[in-house]
């Protein structure tokens, strides 16, 4: 079967740094995506990894092992607009149309 | 332009309305989808268009009708809806849908929060 998970909930500081991990068990593989959603808001594209090691942009950074089906999500000098849930998604093989699994989330809470 | 728009934003129904959501993007993506989210629940896929065709159906019920007049536009066409189908409907685009190895991050819309009643 397709699985993805995801802490539920994680709380952080403010100017802290904070990460959230996501593991998978696909059928096939052809990415990670992680993106951000403020409640009540759609989701945003945070970072894609379909190669192994880290991904950096900016503030935010993405990790993956293939081979551990794991992934991470780094976020660094936390700002209290950070408070959001993170979904994890990832876009299976040829038994799920290739279409993106996702995740539940994880709703962080920046405290400052 | 990086953006994805949809109407309206809220929309209330009784269960015998006819009524739809509109989905429009000028980044000249060619495959758009539609996706249905509960609260606290990651986004459940409906419908995928490419290139104006539907490429994927997952199983959803005939109360719900898709419709893609143009490369730009997305139409999701509601009729005898349940109350267990009031949630925050997403429309997404990405610049191609394949079945390879090539994939392209989706842009979502704000979504249209659907309450039937």
């Known amino acids: 079967g397709q699985n993805i998970d995801q802490p539920t909930e994680m709380t952080a500081t403010e100017g802290a740094i904070v990460q959230i991990n996501c593991t998978y068990q696909?059928?096939?593989?052809?990415?990670l995506f992680w993106y951000q959603q403020h409640a009540g808001e759609a989701p945003t594209f945070l970072s894609y990894?379909?190669l192994d090691g880290l991904e950096e942009k900016g503030r935010f950074s993405s990790f993956l092992s293939r081979s551990k089906g794991y992934s991470y999500l780094l976020l660094k000098e936390l700002q209290m607009k950070d408070s959001a849930s993170y979904l994890c998604?990832?876009?299976?093989?040829?038994?799920?149309?290739?279409?993106?699994?996702w995740g539940a989330g994880t709703k962080l809470i920046i405290k400052p | 332009d990086t953006e994805v728009t949809q109407t309206p934003k809220h929309l209330v129904m009784g269960m015998t309305n006819k009524k739809s959501l509109k989905c429009e993007q000028h980044?000249?993506?060619?495959?758009m989808y539609w996706y249905k989210q509960k609260a606290k629940k990651p986004p459940e896929l409906m419908f995928v268009?490419?290139?104006?065709?539907?490429?994927i159906n997952e199983s959803v019920p005939s109360r719900f009708s898709p419709e893609c007049p143009n490369s730009s536009l997305l139409n999701l066409h509601l009729h005898a809806l349940q109350p267990e189908d009031s949630a925050l409907y997403l429309c997404?685009?990405?610049?191609?849908?394949?079945?390879?190895?090539?994939?392209?991050?989706?842009?979502f819309g704000p979504g249209t929060r659907l309450t039937v009643t």
């Open positions: 997404a685009s990405s610049q191609e849908w394949t079945g390879g190895a090539i994939t392209y991050e989706q842009y």
């Open positions: 980044m000249g993506h060619r495959a």
């Open positions: 268009y490419s290139y104006e065709k539907l490429s």
């Open positions: 696909t059928s096939g593989f052809n990415g």
């Open positions: 990894n379909v």
């Open positions: 998604a990832v876009r299976g093989g040829m038994d799920s149309n290739y279409q993106l699994i």
